[in-house]
């Protein structure tokens, strides 16, 4: 049982598409986050939430809009798509958001903008 | 500002060696930190965290060691697997909720 999977796993398309990422967790976990690794591995937070209400959310274009349905559920999507968005964009999910909790990651979506 | 950083881009070692994985970081507030392995195609996986109330936490072949007089992090692996080979990052709570990750280190294992 997988218990943070994301879907798909690859995305390919072209610039100026808008697309969307979707993730979902079996843990029963409250916080779901978003992550983006550059080229380099740099992995970097995005958005982070709790319980569907936003908790953190880092200097992100605001072509990107996270959608949580429900606190299984943190969708991420991008609009109007540029070069620089080419990156794994990883899902993780943790128990109470706190700072001494686990993250749990997903595999990983891996975006390139042609 | 502030920032988590790593010693070596590249480790390699031979399998069956230690391997030590060292992390730099400059938060004073950070009072949780993590070691987390990324194998290629895959996310981060949880190997072991450590609190700043102590310097030392081991796990199964792993170690993490923590000295807040210098910021220094680092993560022992004893007797070095071919399975070992990934990414490593440490990550730093910074005394908040969110999680910053240092650049990360490849361990490679020769055989």
């Known amino acids: 049982d997988t218990a943070v999977s994301q879907t798909p796993k690859y995305l390919v398309t072209q610039m100026g598409n808008d697309k969307s990422i979707k993730c979902e967790q079996n843990l029963g976990h409250d916080t779901m986050y978003w992550y983006k690794q550059d080229s380099k591995k740099f992995l970097k937070i995005m958005f982070s939430?709790?319980?569907?209400?936003?908790?953190i959310n880092e200097t992100v274009p605001n072509r990107f809009s996270p959608k949580s349905p429900d606190k299984a559920h943190l969708n991420l999507h991008i609009n109007s798509l540029e070069l620089g968005d080419s990156a794994v964009y990883f899902c993780a999910s943790s128990q109470a958001g706190t700072s001494t909790d686990t993250q749990y990651f997903g595999p990983g979506t891996r975006l390139t903008v042609l | 500002g502030e920032s988590v950083g790593l010693h070596l881009p590249t480790l390699s070692v031979q399998e069956g060696d230690n391997s030590i994985i060292n992390c730099a970081y400059s938060?004073?507030?950070?009072?949780?930190f993590i070691w987390y392995k990324q194998e290629s195609g895959k996310g981060p996986q949880f190997i072991i965290d450590i609190r700043s109330n102590m310097d030392k936490r081991q796990g199964q072949r792993v170690t993490v060691l923590l000295n807040k007089t210098v910021k220094h992090l680092s993560l022992q692996i004893a007797a070095t697997q071919p399975g070992d080979s990934a990414v490593y990052f440490c990550?730093?709570?910074?005394?908040?909720?969110?999680?910053?990750f240092g650049t990360g280190t490849q361990l490679k294992v020769e055989l």
């Open positions: 990550a730093d709570s910074g005394g908040g909720n969110k999680l910053t």
């Open positions: 939430y709790n319980n569907k209400e936003l908790i």
């Open positions: 938060n004073s507030a950070s009072d949780y």
